[in-house]
RNA sequence: GUGGGUAUAGCGUAGUUGGUUAGCGCGCAAGAUUGUGAUUCUUGAGAUCAUGGGUUCGAAUCCCAUUACCCACCCCA
């Protein structure tokens, strides 16, 4: 047998209308806040995520699906979707439209991890992106648009944390006391942080080893060396989210793993889907479409993970709509009635009934049974007494009550039906 | 890449200190006087006990290796 490759999922088709209502609810929140769709293909360049989401990073460093296509050009699978919508901002110079421009995309994401709770080689995100717009309020937005999807959906219980780490300047100061401050404890410290010392001594902060956060505890905050700027822009987003009534906490813990974050960074977390709980991470990102190409130009967005999502509202008991339903079985018991079974079942159709019939040359009663597994609503029985009589036999199975119907007649029986 | 756990029909599981025919529930299929389903009853199909090796008179059970899955680290959505 061949299986599912490791860290990939069916979604069979007793959980799909799980994921259409998911689908549902966040496009219509996009639509609300006049977000428009963009698709950009499943493979880009390498080089765009080199350039885009950093060579620090782990992500590019060790987590993508690399390969040499037959041109022997370098493609990755996308290993997140920011990237590939700044490039297609910066191609097809949507700069040039009045700003903002306001975008979402849902998109399945690959990144080679070992799989655990909340994390597959293949996932699936819902993001958005605004291009243009410096405003703090944009980052506000930004924020509010997930929220809304998550009251949409009734989970009121992620908590939103947020932090600035500032632009380039302060971070460069920022690292610099950091590393000041890590310096004299490093011989305490678990070896992968000393790595991070090297490479991104903001990555310490968030390091779960029991001694390392005792001292991290102490480190200085990112918001201790905002610049003037970076600081009220933080200020603003803060005041406004309290106007708003959206609780949030400032974490100065909160720190992205990809290169291309500005000033401000936020997450929404759950607290019962195991230990991979962020459901939604964002941020600025002033620096990534100049970093990309194009001409400077400041942005915000977010990406939310939607088995993640899925997941905690199942852990919440939320998901919401049903498996696929039957409005008519047509069940034939002899040769004559075969024949006009897919007829009638499409003119049904054709007036918008979901219209199931027998495929298999079940018996009578088989059908029967069938057709209440089926959970449909009415059952149509044409044996040799209803051939020859040109009636249906229409049988409402909640009620277990059978009428006969001529045939022409047929299509306005069931028009009355809802 | 590093740890820990698990592996018995399609799914969920029982299986004693190793003992002969691996049990149960759900699901699937057929039937209960031939054209009326959901309950009930009867019957049936379906398992190389993850794979390979070892110990033993005898292994689902003990040992070793491999693989897969789960969980956690790392990292992220």
């Known amino acids: 047998m061949i299986n599912i490759p490791k860290g990939t999922k069916d979604v069979l088709p007793a959980e799909s209308y799980k994921w259409h209502y998911i689908e549902n609810v966040v496009r219509s929140v996009a639509q609300e806040f006049c977000i ?8 880009e360049h390498t080089e765009l ?22 041109g022997n050009r370098s493609i990755t699978l996308k290993p997140e979707g920011t990237a590939g919508v700044a490039r297609a901002f910066v191609e097809n ?6 700003q903002p421009t306001k975008m979402y995309y849902i998109t399945p994401v690959f990144r080679y991890e070992r799989p655990q709770a909340g994390r597959l080689r293949e996932h699936h995100q819902f993001g958005i992106e605004y291009f243009g717009a410096e405003s703090p309020y944009a980052d506000v937005e ?26 380039g300047e302060c971070r460069k100061k920022y690292n610099q006391a950091l590393k000041d401050y890590f310096a004299t404890r490093l011989d305490k410290m678990c070896p992968t942080c000393r790595e991070r010392f090297d490479k991104n001594p903001l990555r310490i902060l968030d390091c779960k ?3 390392c956060k005792k001292i991290a505890e102490n480190a200085p905050s990112t918001l201790d060396y905002l610049c003037d700027d970076c600081q009220s822009h933080h200020n603003i987003i803060c005041e406004q989210l309290d106007k708003l009534g959206v609780e949030f906490v400032v974490n100065p813990r909160v720190v992205r793993g990809l290169d291309y974050y500005t000033r401000t960074v936020f997450e929404f977390v759950s607290d019962n889907i195991g230990a991979q709980g962020t459901v939604c991470g964002g941020g600025r990102y002033n620096n990534l479409v100049e970093e990309v190409g194009g001409k400077p130009c400041p942005a915000v967005g977010f990406g939310m993970g939607l088995e993640r999502l899925l997941l905690t509202l199942e852990s919440l008991n939320l998901t919401q709509g049903e498996a696929d339903k039957v409005d008519v079985y047509i069940a034939p018991l002899c040769d004559e009635a075969k024949k006009m079974t897919l007829p009638l079942a499409m003119s049904l159709r054709k007036v918008g009934k979901k219209v199931e019939s027998d495929l298999l040359d079940r018996s009578f009663k088989a059908q029967l049974k069938f057709a209440n597994k089926l959970n449909a609503q009415y059952l149509i029985l044409l044996g040799e007494e209803e051939m020859s009589a040109k009636k249906c036999n ?13 045939f022409d007649k047929t299509l306005e029986y069931f028009a009355t039906k809802n």
């Not at 060790?62 to 390969?67: A, I, L, N, S």
């Not at 229409?394 to 001529?406: A, F, P, R, Y």
């Open 93 to 98: 110079s949507l700069y040039a439209n009045a």
């Open 36 to 43: 428009s769709e963009i698709r950009t293909p499943t493979f």
């Open 209 to 211: 080893e029991d001694t």
């Open 142 to 167: 930004v924020m509010l648009v997930a929220k809304t999807i998550f009251d949409r959906l009734g989970i009121g219980k992620l908590v939103l944390n947020i932090n600035s780490i500032g632009c």
């Open 394 to 406: 229409i049988k409402n199975m909640q009620t277990g009550e059978s009428e006969l119907v001529d």
């Open 49 to 70: 995520f080199l350039r885009g989401v950093g060579e620090t990073t782990d992500i590019v460093n060790k987590e993508m699906y690399t390969f040499e296509d037959k």
